[in-house]
Structures are given as C-alpha cells and as structure tokens.
C-alpha cells in the first residue's frame, strides 16, 4: 500500500482557506505516483475528452485550482 511522503507545494492555510481543511491538495506518494484530493468533474467533461484520451471506470476527472497547481510547481520533480 503506497504512503504518502509529502505534500507538493504549499498547504490549504498558506493558500488563504478560512478552514485549511478543505481545499484541493496534491502529495508524492511513495510509489512515485501522486494523490490529488480536488472537485469531481468527471459528470461535466467525461463526453467532452478529447478522442485520443480515456478514463477506466475505476478513474476520475477532478479538478484543483490553478493556484494549488502553480504553489506544486516547484516541488514536481523534472523526472
């Protein structure tokens, strides 16, 4: 079972959440694959995907904020 190592960029409180307990969120795991805790959109885009991209059942199209992805930007690692 893969653990979680960190989290990659800066926390929800840091990001200006009143609660720092319910924003999107995103961690290094430590099988090198990454978590992403965000807003299930999979219902609004699913049909929308471009012809060369799928989901298996099991997956999920969630969605972080572009401030969430750009304070991870300089902890994803270049490989």
């Known amino acids: 079972m893969s653990q979680i190592i960190r989290r990659i960029g800066t926390p929800p409180n ?3 959440s009143a609660t720092g307990a319910n924003c ?16 299930d959109i999979t219902d609004e885009l699913d049909a929308l995907l471009p012809a060369d ?14 401030e ?11 490989a």
Do not use: N
């Open 53 to 66: 991209a799928s989901r298996a059942d099991y997956e999920r199209i969630v969605v972080v904020t572009r």
């Open 24 to 39: 999107p969120d995103i961690f290094e795991l430590s099988d090198g694959r990454f978590a992403v805790i965000g807003t």
């Open 14 to 16: 840091a990001r200006g």
């Open 68 to 78: 969430t992805l750009i304070h991870a930007k300089a902890d994803i690692p270049d």
